[in-house]
């Protein structure tokens, strides 16, 4: 662990600890302020004198969200805060010195909050404007579509000021890793009682030991499997070609205990605040928060049980246990893909470029090296692979042919995301070429193979079917000519 990881460490243990003293605070107003004071104090201290970077793209996001017309801030905001991620990343071109990697991160999270909550009052206007010609054309009454109800948080997010923004902005609840969360959370948080009434500290507690758990098994793995060694001479010089392709399973491990950790020891600070707690009955999700009304819930709070579902960020035991590559994507940084679904994926113009545009996003949102564009976007290509195969053998399995092919899945599954993991932490193309090239890319040919084989055994397994459906159709018309007959009248 270097020094940036340390201060890192640090600030996520005073966040938690922060947590007990926020939520006894009884003025809502107080908790608010104290709550960003506290994250811009955070930024500050991992950031140093780059915090003002910070401070600048929120200043041209809140800039854009308030002064651009609702029906384009959305697009306005996201091209103004994805596009300072370019200048920011890119700042030691113009003489300046590059930024730390949390402070990466407290930018990446911004860009997401500041452009999502552009996102939300677009939508909001939208449905505020069809209401108003529903009304218009008297027809509120019939052929109501339930998603286009006004409700008072979408009119709250039309008299949206700059304060509110950036209150919600450096909340220093996810402001270091996150997790991703809308304004509606962040509001709630302060106008419901529910974290009164939520078990923040057994839930924190429980956190704190898988955090625990994660971090020893990230600190002997990475004893045991530096990732520094899959960069030396030594691999490629003395160690043979099986071990080098052996190698990815501990190198994406270590970075798996190293992520879980992270991500959990901030749902910690989530959960010692009491942030983002809800009711059992509202039917929550991961960065979106409740789904079904909940207004009604407030007056008797204490009389319901509650779970911390909306900040939970990565389903860990989830994407250990699934048997696919596209379940653990699922269960992968929920909230974030969450952002990308709702603000990439369902509004992006072209209906068969939205998966491409999804991991291109989310590619350029983790930074402009080249390992995360080796990793992100070669990602569907395994899906592509693994789709055609689940068609062909393991969508009608049953039994213990189906619990066979399960672990195979789940052992290709584990490979498929170390491949291309280690592409993502070796970084710079050179280290990248060098490792695929002495294994002799033996991850994206297989996979390549794999593609041909199965879409042409796909065509012959379809040939054969419609034979076999041409040979029962002319055997029912040779044997029942009147019942065949009647069928087509």
Known sequence: MNIDDVIYLLCLLACIGAGSYVRKLRDETQRKYVCSILGLIVVVVVSGFHSLHCAISVALGTASVLLVHPSNCHVVTFV?????????????????????????????????????????????????????????????????DPSLNVTSYDLSLQQLTATEIVLYSFNYVGVLTGPYYRYRTYRDYFETPFKDYAPCVPATIQQLKAAVFYCSLYLLANYLWP?????????????????????????????????YTGLTLSECVCTMAGFGAYPDDAD???????????????????????????????????????????????????????WLAVNVYKLFPIKKYRTGAIFLCSAYWHGFRPGHY???????????????????????????????????????????????????????????????????????????????????????????????????????????????KQKAQ
């Open 80 to 144: 103004v805060m994805f596009g300072y991620l370019v200048f920011f990343r890119l700042v030691y071109l113009f003489g300046l010195p590059p930024v730390p990697g949390p402070t990466n991160m407290i930018q990446m999270l911004l860009t997401l909050k500041v452009s999502g909550i552009a996102f939300e009052k677009t939508a909001a206007w939208k449905r505020i404007r069809a209401c108003d010609e529903r009304q218009n054309n008297e027809q509120q009454e019939a052929n109501s």
């Open 227 to 259: 990732l520094e060694y899959a960069m030396s001479d030594e691999f490629y010089n003395d160690r043979s070609v099986i071990y080098r392709v052996l190698y990815v399973w501990p190198t994406f491990f270590i970075f798996r205990a190293r992520i």
């Open 284 to 338: 929550t999700n991961n960065g979106e928060g409740p789904r079904k009304p909940y207004q009604n819930m407030i007056k008797d709070a204490e009389k319901h049980s509650y779970n911390f579902t909306t900040i939970v960020n990565t389903r860990v035991l989830d994407v250990e246990r699934c048997w696919t590559f596209r379940e653990g994507m699922k269960h992968w940084n929920v909230c974030v893909q969450y």
């Open 374 to 484: 080796f990793c992100i976007m070669g990602a569907p290509f395994y899906v592509i692979m693994e789709d055609t195969w689940h068609k062909l053998v393991r969508k009608d399995a049953v039994g213990m042919r189906r619990t066979v092919i399960d672990v195979i899945f789940w052992i290709c599954k584990w490979f498929g995301f170390s491949y291309l993991g280690t592409a993502f932490l070796l970084s710079s193309f050179d280290n990248i070429w060098r490792f695929y090239s002495s294994v002799y890319h033996i991850g994206y040919i297989t996979w390549a193979l794999l593609v041909v084989v199965g879409l042409y055994l796909t065509k012959l397994k379809k040939s054969a079917e419609r034979k076999a459906k041409r040979a029962a159709d002319s055997i029912a018309a040779a044997g029942e000519p009147g019942a065949v």
